[in-house]
Nanobody
Framework: QVQLVESGGGLVQAGGSLRLSCAAS????????MGWYRQAPGKQRELVAG???????NYADSVKGRFTISRDNAKNTVYLQMNSLIPEDTAVYYC???????????????WGQGTQVTVSS
């Protein structure tokens, strides 16, 4: 079984920082794109940041200049460094990965269980 496990969420004051981690484990032979999404109450899930296997990144306009996504391919782990947090960043953050379990499988999308980030004003 493949699992994506997030960590690092919590409560922080506006202007503070948090670092999220997401480790993929299980039978994995290759990971393509990885990313972070978030969903605030009453809103749709949105892409926060993505990173390709080669390290090319993209960000939502609302987080550019404040958030940084990175990955450690040797550890099958993706990170999200969040600085200058604002209350509007409050949401459940989910990591996602497009990965392949073996040569007989195609690349498939997997999701973590989510971690709560709350920014107080």
């Amino acid at each position: 079984q493949v699992q994506l496990v997030e960590s690092g969420g919590g409560l922080v004051q506006a202007g503070g920082s948090l670092r999220l981690s997401c480790a993929a484990s299980g039978r994995i032979i290759s990971i393509d794109d990885m990313g972070w999404y978030r969903q605030a109450p009453g809103k749709q899930r949105e892409l926060v940041a993505g990173i390709t296997s080669g390290g090319i990144t993209n960000y939502a306009d609302s987080v550019k200049g404040r958030f940084t996504i990175s990955r450690d391919n040797a550890k099958n782990t993706v990170y999200l460094q969040m600085n200058s947090l604002i209350p509007e960043d409050t949401a459940v953050y989910y990591c996602a990965a497009k990965l392949r379990r073996s040569l007989i499988y195609r690349f498939e999308d997997y999701w973590g269980q989510g971690t709560q980030v709350t920014v107080s004003s």
